[in-house]
């Protein structure tokens, strides 16, 4: 209490975009002290104040507002399609689908890939039926069987003859743009827009550069349907001040109120959330050892409930860097000697904007995908794609199947998933049922953002204007 109390009145002192969690080390402080130090890119920061003007809720509850979305926004933005490993071979290929959009993600050469509109151009017809993968050697029509090579060159029409007006030329399968980066096919829609690298600027993508994410590979791969709009369950996870209401059971080895929250250009933004650390909102109350006992017992999962103890003096922050270090070199035999303490301990997230959420820390190596539900604006499709190193002898194992969960399913029903992490997301998607049906019968049509904390909310919705306008 007293320490809120401090908290309140200090914030009212503070010059707009200059609050920060009093009586806490910054996550800056945390990471100079750690005995492995970090890169320049993990010890920058990049806050902006970006105003504190209140955001309006018709953007997650009005159905005009996500047909514009559809037109203005996906059809004009870079999006992670799949990862590299989902086709390695030529002509392995993926379907990705984007609201009314379908396309076939296909890999013509080494370094070729490309991304067709999935329609025949006879009458339509999907040339693969979504949520599929494999491999073809041509694509053909099940209507009437016009067919396509694999680059994309018209390959035959049945009874040709009664199409003299087709010339093969001008019938090759349409295109998206495609483009790499760390493992991750993106693709976009528009031939104008600008490239992904001038789309993500040159300093967050020297980050995800950093992060060596092409040398991961899918190891569990999890789908669910959420009952919100696609944009309030991105931005459920953009922040870390939610940790101590929802998620109490994990508030012993985080940083949550000490966060650092981070905005590049306008289509990436980021946090780092210090672990192994006490939270703020719980500092007198626990002692160093029982930081190291939430994490090693607790529903971390993330060290499989081995125990270690404080050396005379040792933080539980660096304990944790050191067995992590061990633990990981050893369940996925690599070398991480090079790597900071930062890296391997803190939760590290990116939003590249609109669809991709990265998770390209150690211990925590994820990444997140959203996606409209094309039937209702009011539900979204998310999956949480688990990456692991690719082993030190090179060879890929083959990327997870996805696992489907039906609505009502919790997360921890997935084959493979950690239990206590399963109950964050199942946390999570609960307060997402209530937040989209309390936005809808709020009689304040707006929502309220902290100017620190909630910098990455704000950033994410200034792009949604800049593409669909305010509504
Ligand atoms: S619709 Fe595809 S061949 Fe007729
Ligand atoms: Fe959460």
Redesign the pocket.
């Known amino acids: 209490m007293e320490v809120e109390a401090k908290q309140d009145h200090k914030n009212r002192a503070t010059a707009k975009g200059e609050a920060r969690c009093p009586g806490a080390p910054s996550t800056q402080d945390i990471i100079a002290a750690d005995k492995v130090g970090a890169p320049g890119w993990v010890r920058s920061e990049a806050y902006q104040f970006l105003g504190d003007a209140d955001i309006p809720t018709d953007r997650y509850i009005d159905p005009e507002y996500a047909r514009r979305e559809i037109q203005t926004l996906w059809r004009h933005t870079w999006q992670f399609a799949c990862r590299e490993e989902h086709i390695p071979e030529v002509g392995d290929y993926y379907v990705y689908d984007l609201g009314p959009y379908s396309f076939i993600v296909t890999r013509v050469g080494a370094d070729d890939i490309r991304a067709y509109y999935n329609a025949?151009?006879?009458?339509?017809?999907k040339?693969r039926a979504s949520g599929t993968a494999g491999n073809a050697c041509e694509f053909k029509?099940?209507?009437?069987?016009?067919s396509w090579n694999v680059d994309g060159s018209h390959k035959g029409?049945?009874c040709h003859w009664d199409f003299p007006h087709v010339d093969p030329a001008r019938f090759t399968l349409p295109q998206a743009r495609v483009e790499r980066l760390g493992g991750f096919v993106f693709i976009n829609m528009d031939p104008q827009a600008p490239t992904l690298a001038e789309y993500l600027g040159a300093e967050a993508k020297a980050h995800i550069d950093a992060w060596k994410l092409e040398n991961r590979y899918t190891y569990l791969h999890v789908s669910k349907r959420l009952p919100c709009n696609w944009k309030l369950a991105i931005e459920a996870f953009m922040e870390a001040y939610h940790v101590i209401e929802t998620h109490p059971q994990v508030a012993v080895s985080n940083g949550d109120a000490n966060s650092q929250y981070d905005v590049y250009g306008e289509h990436v933004n980021r946090f780092i959330s210090p672990l192994g650390v006490l939270s703020p909102h719980l500092y007198g109350k626990h002692t160093e050892e029982d930081i190291l006992k939430q994490f090693t017992l607790g529903d971390s999962g993330a060290l499989g409930g081995s125990q270690r103890t404080l050396k005379d003096g040792g933080t539980a922050r660096q304990v944790m860097a050191d067995m992590f270090r061990g633990m990981f070199e050893q369940a996925t035999n690599t070398d991480l000697s090079g790597v900071s303490d930062s890296e391997l301990l803190d939760c590290f997230s990116y939003t590249v904007f609109p669809n991709t959420f990265l998770f390209p820390g150690i211990s925590l190596p994820m990444v997140y995908r959203f996606r409209p539900d094309p039937r209702d604006h009011r539900k979204c499709l998310y999956e949480v794609m688990f990456l692991r190193p690719v082993p030190l002898d090179g060879q890929r194992p083959q990327p997870a199947e996805p696992i489907h969960l039906r609505d009502e399913q919790s997360f921890s029903e997935a084959e493979g998933m950690d239990p206590g992490f399963g109950n964050i997301l199942d946390q999570d998607t609960d307060n997402l049922v209530l937040q989209q049906e309390g936005i809808e019968a709020s009689a304040k049509r707006t929502l309220t953002l902290g100017n620190y904390q909630e910098i990455r909310v704000r950033h994410f919705e200034q792009a949604v204007d800049k593409y669909v306008g305010e509504g």
């Open positions: 025949c151009l006879h009458r339509g017809t040339l029509c099940s209507f009437h069987g016009w029409a049945t």
